[in-house]
């Protein structure tokens, strides 16, 4: 079975600044990494995810994430938050041919002025 | 391309009732999967339809029950309704691969007395 762990329940964070959120998974197949987004009373929407190749991945909104197959590690990174990236953010495997994705726990980024 | 709806948005419902969710994938989708969000759980993946039949389960009772019909739009049942159960549910569509992204619809929320 596979599992997500996102090690920060919130992180609080001032505007401009950088940011990582972390996010490690367990899993004894290749999978299929994904980073999404949730703003307050809304659905998810897609950051950015990684299939195969290249282990840096970017993203919309500057987003970009690095997949660490050794470390099982696959963290999100912004060099230059803004007010407007105050959301929740999940990270999500999927291991197999359908649809089935696992989530972590949720990261709460909050910006700060 | 119109985004995944879902309906309806808000449903307040007693204990032992039942209630059904539906939810109209984006165009050209052939697979929906369900998830309950909850704060205690977190994401949790209910089911995937794919084609009219079901390809993946979560880990949930015999009471969630969903199906696909031919145009793609899905529906999910949840008979004898718990306390347990109030959640934002999420419907998501893709066209089929675990490597394609989901497209999340903004939910429906529902609340058990």
């Known amino acids: 079975a596979q599992s997500v762990t996102q090690l920060d329940s919130q992180v609080p964070v001032f505007e401009e600044a950088p940011v990582e959120l972390r996010c490690n998974y367990s899993s004894s197949v290749s999978v299929y990494l994904f980073w999404y987004v949730q703003y307050p009373n809304q659905g998810l929407q897609l950051l950015l995810k990684?299939?195969?190749?290249?282990?840096l991945v970017k993203g919309i909104n500057g987003f970009e994430a690095e997949f660490n197959k050794s470390q099982t590690s696959f963290h999100l990174r912004k060099p230059s938050v803004h007010i407007s990236d105050t959301a929740e953010y999940f990270c999500a495997v999927n291991d197999n041919a359908g649809n089935m994705l696992t989530f972590g726990g949720g990261t709460r980024l909050m910006v700060k002025p | 391309k119109a985004g995944v709806t879902q309906t309806p948005r808000y449903l307040i419902k007693t204990r032992g009732q039942q209630v059904t969710l539906s939810c109209s994938p984006i165009?050209?989708?052939?697979?929906v999967s369900w998830y309950q969000q909850t704060p205690g759980q977190g994401l949790q993946f209910l089911f995937e339809?794919?084609?009219?039949?079901?390809?993946n389960k979560g880990n949930f009772p015999g009471r969630f029950s969903g199906r696909q019909f031919s145009n793609s739009r899905s529906e999910m049942n949840v008979s004898t309704l718990e306390l347990g159960d109030s959640a934002l549910y999420l419907c998501?569509?893709?066209?089929?691969?675990?490597?394609?992204?989901?497209?999340f619809g903004p939910g429906t929320r529902l609340l058990v007395l």
């Open positions: 998501a569509s893709s066209l089929g691969s675990g490597k394609e992204t989901q497209y």
């Open positions: 165009s050209g989708h052939r697979s």
């Open positions: 339809y794919f084609s009219e039949t079901q390809r």
């Open positions: 990684y299939l195969s190749g290249s282990t």
